[in-house]
């Protein structure tokens, strides 16, 4: 019987939720705290989804049959080093945002918000559907536009 | 040589590919040298007439039989038509396109090129037994098409034409792929042959009929498609003449004629191809007699045209064949010299408008000699290849009569008068002497335009007077479908098959014609009178113009640019998709403990608290002391866990955490927020809120749900405690991970150090920066080049 016990489910709740809401602000450090904390969630979910508490699985100590599994333990001590990993660049990271901008916000991309404002792409197909433009006087299907000779190229 | 056929093709495009080499030299010599191989290809195929009339020469490429593709080759009556049209017409135009183009034109090389290299992947296309073959040089030839009108994209009317033509053919090819494959999976084989010898049935069939007909109906410009092709003469006159009029805007009407014998018996197939064929010629012939352009003139006379082949090819039946195999060359042969007399008038006097030639005809009679024969055919005078065409059609449609039959047939008497016409107008509008207009000055054409119209126009008047060779070659491809009576068994193209109804018809096309013209300004009354703002160029339009604002729309609604939308549609998506999996297959398990120890109780509680306090904290440094003690708390719950390894890289890696959140938190500001900026709106905070925990709550309920089905702890398990003595350790955790998964353990590592090389450099960077500008005061100033690119 491994289920996860009541009380642990509600506490990985509230550490889930508290992540997930700190990574949607906006400001870089609260982002990073979130990362941390969904860390913190992550690591503590292996290890209870791994079983009940029991004796640390260290031989000589307690029969084998009590032992914790020793194998989501072994899962979560990297995860824990690598959320560490990841925890000291970021905020190396967005130290050097405060340096360079003066500030530590993730911004909305700019040109994403052009875009979504424009109505039409550019480039459009249209463009060169809509008789605006002044460059097209000759027939470009003539006999004299085929047989226009490289020496006088100005000519146009 | 094993496989003739495929070396033919592949001659073409090496040949295409070493051709700038010679268009350096010369670039007339280039042309001369691309027209040798198309030559070759028309005396290859003419010596093989024998075997095209008896069962025809094939050969396959057993490339990947497995996956049915086996690109298969196949020279039947068809085939070698297609060849005359191809090969011949294409030597033709390219010795044409020698004088066309000038000595030092500088579109030249890529046009000879290009044009020998269409001719190659044309040449595929025609011979093609294999449907998959079929359309890869359907594509190729959409791309050449493209290249070919696009020219040098500097003219805005190339491009728009181009792009045109490859959206609307290319948007066909699609969609025939798809019936290809529909067609070849319900057939077990995608040899055409095959296919049509014992037509698969079944409603995939009908489906697949439908996918191909739209690739067809697209390329060859049947309504409401059509506008492509008038759009497409932006491209040099050589280019239209063979690509828009004698062979690539056939290949939609030689899939039809390939398809036809297995399937023109299915009203799915023959009735959208003979109405949409009926419409198409009625409006191609009708636009023709309004235009003043020569060029378009003829191409609305191609759409017209292709619109009657589709209906000949898809109506079946013995006499309707003979009809169309004998129109399809037909139409080559008059077609092509038609547009190179428009590009000889358009050379030598400097336009094409109709309103603007005078007296041409007096100055050139060679020129008109040649004109009247071409016209002559496609209006259906007797002697010339198009009126033996035209007999037989309509003798197709008025001997077996019934409501089908005469409504065709008079459909096609309406058409037929329009092209005579049509026909009419192009020789008046091109050589008339026309009241108040000056008589325009004219060169004398060089003899290289000139011979090869007047070889493929004089081709028309030969084989129309010996219909021999041509009823040898239609009755090969006719005899696919059963005679029904002694009158289509016994049916053969002649010169004269006594007085008739359809020689009736033709009389009333002529007659009817030669009065539409001379009613010209009532024609044109009427034209104006019938005028809309609905068109099929229109269509096209606001179709593209649709896509592009939807596509725009869609961009800008998916692309937001904001990483909290980004988050939250992801955070969604998780709730939505797993969240449903779980909601419908996951099962709450029964025996949940409240608690699984006392001491769980106060360190969860620490957890919770800590947390909860991170929503409301305004202090960063307050902040980390919280993410501090939550991670402190876990590290305890790891104790009470028997994980006491865990706890001790928790409480480690939690130290670190601090002390380095510490070193950066000494320079930024105290608070989170800059108390000068706006405060954050409170709705959007509230649905952050809602995202956030439903996921949260999500990821909890999963956890529950997944570790209550989950029986017994993994075998690996197990294994490791069992095999930990061997290791040296007494501790399982740490034989696993310097012994059992080690090089999990070196990548972990590995990571680690790109991590801390990475933080060191950005860290490292600052100071640079600062040394170099003698301080940069921190969120004060940027660097030189930062601030260039910040403003």
């Known amino acids: 019987m491994i289920t996860l016990n009541l009380g642990m489910t509600i506490v990985l709740a509230v550490l889930y939720s508290v992540g997930f809401y700190l990574l949607l602000q906006r400001s870089l450090m609260r982002i990073l705290i979130g990362i941390v904390v969904l860390g913190h969630g992550a690591n503590l979910l292996l290890q209870l989804v791994g079983g009940p508490p029991a004796r640390a699985p260290v031989l000589g100590t307690a029969p084998p049959e009590l032992f914790a599994d020793p194998l989501p333990q072994a899962l979560a001590l990297t995860a824990i080093v690598i959320t560490f990993a990841m925890t000291t660049y970021l905020l190396a990271l967005g130290y050097r945002s405060w340096v360079l901008v003066g500030h530590d916000e993730v911004q909305d991309d700019v040109e994403d918000r052009r875009i979504a404002e424009r109505e039409r792409p550019e480039g459009s197909m249209s463009d060169d559907t809509a008789d605006t433009g002044t460059d097209d006087d000759e027939d470009p299907g003539s006999a004299a536009a085929s047989s226009e000779p490289a020496a006088t190229g100005g000519r146009r | ?791």
């Open chain 2, 1 to 791: 040589m094993e496989l003739p056929l495929l070396a033919l093709v592949l001659a073409h495009l090496v040949l295409a590919a070493v051709l700038p080499l010679v268009s350096r030299r010369s670039r007339r010599a280039a042309f001369g040298v691309a027209a040798i191989l198309p030559a070759a290809t028309l005396v290859w195929g003419l010596a093989n007439l024998r075997a095209a009339l008896s069962t025809g020469l094939s050969e396959t490429v057993s490339w990947a039989p497995a996956l049915h593709l086996e690109p298969s080759f196949r020279l039947d009556a068809l085939g070698l038509v297609m060849i005359v049209l191809v090969s011949g017409l294409g030597a033709l135009i390219l010795v044409y396109s020698a004088w066309y183009f000038g000595k030092d034109s500088r579109d030249a090389p890529r046009n000879a090129a290009l044009l020998l290299a269409f001719a190659g992947v044309m040449l595929g296309l025609v011979l093609a037994d294999d449907l998959l073959t079929l359309y890869v040089f359907w594509e190729l030839t959409s791309i050449a098409s493209f290249l070919l009108v696009g020219q040098g994209g500097v003219h805005r009317a190339n491009r728009r034409a181009a792009v045109q033509a490859l959206l609307v053919t290319v948007f066909g090819g699609l969609s025939m792929l798809l019936g290809i494959v529909f067609l070849g999976e319900a057939a077990g084989t995608y040899r055409i042959s095959e296919i049509v010898a014992d037509p698969p049935p079944g409603g995939l069939v009908t489906a697949a009929l439908v996918l191909i007909l739209l690739g067809a109906l697209t390329k060859s410009a049947q309504f409401p498609f059509h506008p492509w092709l008038p759009a497409a003469m932006a491209a040099p006159t050589p280019v239209s003449a063979y690509l828009h009029a004698a062979s690539m805007v056939k290949a939609g009407v030689v899939l039809v004629a390939r398809l036809s014998p297995g399937f023109a018996g299915r009203p799915g197939w023959w009735v959208p191809i003979v109405v949409l064929g009926l419409v198409t010629m009625l409006i191609g012939g009708w636009r023709a007699q309004q235009e003043t352009d020569l060029k378009r003139l003829l191409a609305f006379g191609t759409v017209s045209q292709l619109g009657f082949l589709m209906v000949l090819f898809g109506a079946g039946g013995r006499i309707a064949e003979v009809a169309a195999l004998t129109m399809l060359l037909a139409h080559g042969l008059f077609k092509a010299p038609l547009f190179m007399v428009v590009g000889i008038v358009d050379k030598i006097t400097g336009t094409r408008d109709v309103g603007k030639l005078s007296g041409l005809g007096r100055a050139q009679p060679a020129l008109v000699v040649a004109s009247v024969l071409a016209a002559a055919s496609m209006a259906g005078i007797p002697l010339l290849l198009g009126f033996l065409g035209k007999e037989a059609a309509f003798e197709a449609f008025l001997h077996p009569g019934g409501v089908r039959g005469w409504l065709v047939g008079l459909g096609l008497l309406v058409g037929s008068v329009f092209t005579v016409a049509y026909s009419v107008r192009f020789l008046w509008g091109a050589f008339a002497t026309k009241p108040g207009v000056d008589v325009v000055d004219a060169a004398r054409p060089a003899a290289g335009l000139m011979a090869p119209t007047w070889i493929s126009a004089l081709a028309g008047l030969v084989l129309g007077c010996v219909p021999a060779v041509t009823d040898a070659l239609a009755q090969r491809y006719a005899a696919a479908y059963p005679a029904a009576d002694a009158v289509e068994s016994g049916y053969h193209l002649a010169l004269w098959h006594g007085l008739s109804l359809p020689l009736l018809f033709s009389v009333l096309a002529l007659a009817g014609g030669a009065l539409l013209h001379r009613q010209r300004a009532r024609v044109r009354a009427v034209h104006r009178a019938l005028h809309t703002p609905l068109s099929a160029q229109r269509g096209y339009e606001l179709v593209v113009g649709g896509l592009e604002r939807l596509a725009v729309l869609v961009t800008g609604r998916v692309q937001a640019g904001s990483l909290p939308v980004y988050l939250a549609v992801l955070l969604l998506t998780v709730l939505a998709v797993p969240g449903t999996a779980l909601v419908l297959g996951g099962e709450w398990p029964r025996d949940q403990p409240w608690i699984g120890a006392l001491m769980q109780i106060p360190l969860g509680l620490i957890v919770v608290v800590a947390s909860l306090a991170l929503l409301r904290v305004r202090r960063r440094f307050t902040a980390v002391l919280l993410v501090g003690a939550v991670g402190y708390a876990i590290g305890g719950l790891f104790v009470v866990d028997g994980a006491p390894d865990l706890a001790l890289a928790q409480f480690l890696v939690e130290t670190l955490t601090m002390v380095a959140f510490v070193f950066v938190l000494r320079r930024l500001p105290a608070h989170f927020d800059n108390p000068r900026a706006p405060r954050p709106n409170r709705s959007v905070q509230a649905r952050k809120a809602v995202i956030a925990s439903a996921a949260g709550v999500f990821v909890a309920i999963a956890g529950v749900v997944l570790s209550g089905a989950r029986q017994e702890p993994p075998s690996a398990s197990g294994d490791f405690i069992a095999l930990a003595p061997e290791t040296g350790a007494d501790n399982v955790i740490a034989a696993i991970l310097v012994d059992f998964r080690a090089l999990d353990t070196v990548g972990e590592i590995t990571v680690l150090l790109i991590a801390a090389a990475g933080t060191a450099s950005l860290v490292l960077a600052t100071r640079f920066d600062r040394r170099r500008r003698d301080g940069v005061r921190s969120g004060a100033g940027s660097p030189e080049h930062e601030e260039e690119i910040l403003g």
